[in-house]
């Protein structure tokens, strides 16, 4: 099985955290979002480790929320020691009603409006990450009326290409993200940034991408913004203790996908950062990092229940299932890879080559295309895995589908963590 915490039980179905998947389905209906929260604790805290052992003590990881936003990650989150970015009031609103701190919250986002600017101000966030000039302009002005001396990172691009996926790619210089040092913006920037009395500058953020397995990338953004760092510093008079390297590291989807080592990726990292502040004369003490996909994608399985298997003579096997690009639009966006199992025939041979279409009136509604599992019936309860990551928190009411639940499972017991909507649920703002 591609994950530790997948096997096959003596009915031959699979199981999730010793869970049997067949019966979560029958239980819960599908499709049903399946997460392994004692794999997301595992996963929080070699983050939190690994960070505190090469980047210092005060370095941590903020959880992307992007990658998996409802009420029930952030008590597990702030429980593992960790902060959270957020790029929108909506996911500092969950955090909030979660009862996550605020001073823990780092606000991100492209454009933030100035009524997001006053929300995040008002509600104490304790970090803004600055995208751009406007930003810059309206959070110093919103602060200034609050009477805030609000704490920030300013968002710049390296200019790295991680050999990623082009839809996310957002690293390089051509991006609608931050602001480029290539192009000498970055140092215009910085010098606005420097004149406003309400905002005080405490370092630089960078994500190069995601989905990367290489380290060439990460090593490499972390001496540019070192040396962009002294380059402040002896130009500008800025001085910054602070480095937030965004996210960005690769998991497993399919068996071509390596197994995450981030212990070695981060030791690598910080020695090249180390390096980079000696060459530099430049002092880091905290480094941030903004795993997402990384610490919810692996402990996350959909499970959907077979409608038909339909052969295309000469062509192709479809199966469909009861979910589809509503509640994993992954496919549908960038062509992303899945593993698919036959969760109720777990242990017979996946020889039977299909392609995993959904229930939308869509011609690209699929999940996975030329995947072999074994040959399913209407009616068998289909896995897709890893799936923790983007996917609900990318999900849609499209052709009026509602969004599944999420069941977290956690020591062989399961619970209820987001109840499926229901069609009240949908048509609740319609007047
Ligand atoms: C600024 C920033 N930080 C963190 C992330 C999380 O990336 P990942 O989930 O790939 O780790 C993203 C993803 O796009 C991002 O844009």
Redesign the pocket.
């Known amino acids: 099985m591609l994950h530790d915490n997948l096997n096959i039980n003596s009915d031959s179905h699979l199981a999730i955290g010793g869970v049997d998947s067949v019966e979560l389905a029958r239980e819960y209906g599908t499709p049903l979002y399946v997460l392994d929260e004692d794999v997301i604790r595992e996963r929080c805290r070699t983050y939190v480790a690994e960070i505190k052992k090469h980047f210092g003590e005060d370095s941590k990881p903020l959880f992307?929320s992007?990658?998996l936003c409802f009420k029930g990650i952030y008590p597990i989150i702030e429980s593992e020691g960790l902060c959270v970015?957020a790029v929108s009031p909506g996911e500092i609103y969950t955090a909030l009603a979660a009862g996550f701190p605020a001073e823990k919250i780092f606000f991100?986002g492209t454009n933030k409006t100035d009524s997001d600017i006053e929300y995040g101000v008002k509600n104490g966030v304790g970090y803004f990450?600055i995208d751009n000039f406007n930003e810059l302009e309206s959070l110093n002005r919103i602060a200034g009326e609050q009477g805030v001396i609000q704490k920030a990172l300013l968002r710049l691009t390296c200019g790295l290409d991680p050999h990623t996926l082009e839809a996310?790619n957002?690293g390089r210089v051509d991006s609608q993200?931050g602001v480029p040092i290539d192009t000498g913006q970055a140092d215009e920037f910085v010098k606005a940034a420097m004149e406003c009395a309400n905002i005080r500058i405490e370092g630089f953020?960078s994500?190069a991408g995601?989905?990367i397995f290489e380290s060439d990338s990460f090593n490499l953004q972390a001496e540019i913004l070192v040396s962009y760092a002294a380059k402040a510093r002896d130009e500008f008079g800025l001085e910054i203790n602070t480095l937030n390297i965004?996210?960005?590291?690769g998991v497993r989807y399919t068996e071509k996908d390596p197994a995450p080592e981030i212990g070695a990726r981060i030791e690598e990292i910080a020695t090249h950062l180390k390096a980079a502040c000696e060459k530099n004369g430049v002092s880091i003490n905290r480094v941030f990092m903004?795993?997402?996909?990384?610490i919810v994608a692996e402990a996350g399985t959909t499970l959907y229940e077979t409608g038909g298997v339909k052969e295309v003579r000469g062509y192709r096997n479809y199966v469909t299932v009861d979910g589809g690009m509503t509640d994993n639009p992954r496919f549908a966006l960038y062509g992303a890879e899945y593993t698919v199992v036959n969760a109720s025939r777990a242990s017979e041979p996946a020889d039977y080559e299909c392609t995993v279409a959904g229930r939308c009136c869509e011609s690209g509604d699929r999940i996975a295309e030329w995947v072999k599992i074994a040959k399913p019936e209407r009616g068998d309860i289909i896995a897709v895995l890893s799936t923790g990551?983007?996917n609900y928190s990318m999900s849609s009411n499209y052709n009026r589908i509602p969004k599944p639940a999420i069941v977290m499972v956690s020591g062989g017991k399961t619970r209820l963590a987001v109840k499926r909507q229901s069609f009240e649920d949908m048509m609740r703002n319609e007047l």
Do not use: C, L, N, V
């Open positions: 992307a992007k990658a970015d991100h990450i996310i957002t993200f953020h994500h995601s989905q965004g996210g960005g590291f903004e795993p997402g996909r990384s990551a983007y």
